[in-house]
C-alpha cells in the first residue's frame, strides 16, 4: 500500500461504546496528525505527533485519546462520545513538524455518534 | 482571530474557466496551500504559495498577494471530474496550518 491509509472507513458507534480509528503512513514521514472536519467548517486540528512525541493538543476532550507507538502509526481512541462528535475524521502526515512541509491525507473516517 | 474566507459554492461550465479565492487574516505568514477534496475521499495537494506571483501547473493555477492578503485558484478547461471542494489553507507565523471551510466547485456539462 501506498500513502496514509485509514481504518476503518465507516464507523457507526452508540454514546456509551469504545471504539478505535487507526491511521497508517507508508511515506518515511516522521510527523503525523488528526483532524476533525465537520460540514461546512474549516478542518479542526486535534492533535500533532512529531517523531512520536505529542506536541499539539488543540482542547480536544478527553474522551479522545490519541496514541501513536511509531512514526508510520496513530491511533484515535474513542470513548462515551457525544452526537455532535459526528464527523469525517482525518490522518495527515508530513515530512516533519513545522518548516515548508506538505501535509498528505488519508481517506477518513467517517464516524456516526447514535 | 486568524480568518479565511473563501465562498461557499460556485458554479462553472465543462470547458470553461473558474476562479475561487481565499482572502486570510493570520498572525504571520508562511506559506499558502491549496488542497482539492473529492466527495469522501482525501483532500489532496494541489499547489503551494510563499512568495507574490502566480505559480502554474497545467490547468490549474494559483495566485498570492502578502499585501493584500489575497490568493486565487484558477482552473482552465474545467472537467466534469474538477467537481470537488477545494480547500485554500495559510501556515501562520507558529507553522500551525490555519483552514477555511472550502469551496464547492460544480461543473455543469
Known amino acids: 500500500e501506498t500513502g496514509v491509509t485509514q481504518t476503518p472507513r465507516h464507523l457507526v458507534m452508540g454514546m456509551t461504546n469504545k471504539k478505535s480509528l487507526k491511521c497508517e503512513q507508508h511515506?518515511?514521514?516522521?510527523?503525523m496528525y488528526w483532524y476533525k472536519q465537520s460540514a461546512k467548517k474549516p478542518l479542526e486540528l486535534m492533535f500533532v505527533y512529531n517523531f512520536k512525541e505529542q506536541t499539539e493538543n488543540n482542547s480536544v476532550p478527553s474522551r479522545f485519546s490519541p496514541e501513536c507507538p511509531n512514526s508510520s502509526h496513530l491511533f484515535l481512541h474513542l470513548h462515551t462520545l457525544q452526537p455532535e462528535d459526528s464527523a469525517l475524521y482525518l490522518c495527515?502526515?508530513?515530512?516533519?513538524?513545522?518548516?515548508?512541509?506538505?501535509?498528505?491525507f488519508g481517506p477518513g473516517t467517517r464516524l456516526l455518534v447514535l | 482571530g486568524q480568518n479565511i474566507d473563501q465562498p461557499t459554492e460556485m458554479t462553472a461550465t465543462e470547458g470553461a474557466i473558474v476562479q475561487i479565492n481565499c482572502t486570510y487574516q493570520t498572525s504571520g505568514f508562511n506559506g499558502l496551500f491549496w488542497y482539492q477534496q473529492h466527495a469522501g475521499e482525501a483532500p489532496t495537494f494541489l499547489s503551494y504559495n510563499v512568495l507574490d506571483g502566480l505559480e502554474e501547473k497545467g490547468r490549474f493555477s494559483s495566485f498570492l498577494s502578502r499585501s493584500k492578503g489575497y490568493s486565487y485558484l484558477l482552473l482552465k478547461e474545467l472537467q466534469m471530474k474538477d467537481s470537488a471542494s477545494y480547500l485554500c489553507a495559510v501556515r501562520d507565523s507558529n507553522y500551525q496550518l490555519i483552514w477555511g471551510a472550502g469551496t464547492k466547485l460544480i461543473i455543469k456539462p
Open positions: 495527515a502526515s508530513s515530512q516533519e513538524r513545522g518548516g515548508g512541509e506538505t501535509q498528505y
Open positions: 511515506l518515511g514521514h516522521n510527523a
